[in-house]
């Protein structure tokens, strides 16, 4: 069961014995397990989601093991088949090179471990970009190529893999310019999954978004 709706067997436990509550994608991955009919599936969904949005707090993230974040994104990834991400002020992560992403997981305050390990996670997830049956869409405003988070060395490295990976059929990357009047404020980063579900970062925490008439808010 906890193989088929991808999370460990200890989680699932904790759900079943209600000393964890389960989010909206847990609760969808287990009746997709066992195969309950779609009625079911949508009246306990809808439950789950009515029940609140979730948020989980950054610092609640480094309690847990941030490198565990890395293996629920790559769980998410691996199911999907359209990503859409919007990045206003760092490279998004399935782009970022190993350097990037140690200067950006310093204001952590990360262990050692911690450190590798959360890099390890990211560098794994980044396969996704070379599966062809994903579509995988960027948008990322300029600042976003021009601050200096790492050494120009290895920004220059970093702007290349961009241009590499944008050249693979099915990723589109596409910068806002500074030169180009905006009609709107984008103030957080933000994750489409298949039009179901939306990952919001905030200041301090990560807000996932289940219910239709919100995703498609965000989408517009």
Do not use: C
């Amino acid at each position: 069961m906890a193989r088929s709706a991808l999370m460990s067997p200890s989680k699932l436990s904790k759900i079943e014995n209600a000393k964890l509550a389960p989010s909206v994608t847990d609760v969808e991955r287990i009746l997709t397990a066992i195969g309950v009919s779609d009625e079911v599936k949508a009246e306990y969904t809808e439950a789950a989601r009515a029940s609140a949005t979730e948020a989980t707090a950054w610092r609640l993230l480094k309690r847990i093991g941030v490198h565990k974040g890395q293996q629920a994104a790559k769980a998410l990834e691996a199911q999907l088949s359209t990503l859409r991400l919007f990045q206003p002020a760092l490279v998004p992560g399935l782009l970022q090179t190993p350097e990037y992403i140690r200067a950006v997981l310093r204001r952590h305050n990360l262990s050692e471990d911690a450190l590798t390990r959360t890099i390890n996670g990211r560098l794994e997830r980044q396969a996704v970009l070379y599966d062809s049956t994903k579509s995988l869409q960027f948008v990322i405003t300029e600042p976003v190529l021009r601050w200096r988070i790492i050494p120009p060395q290895m920004m220059a490295a970093q702007l290349d893999r961009i241009a590499s990976i944008s050249r693979l059929p099915h990723v589109d990357i596409r910068v806002v310019p500074l030169t180009i009047q905006q009609h709107d404020i984008a103030n957080h980063a933000f994750v489409i999954r298949d039009d179901h579900m939306v990952t919001i970062e905030t200041v301090h925490a990560e807000v996932v978004v289940t219910d239709p008439r919100d995703v498609w808010t965000v989408r517009r």
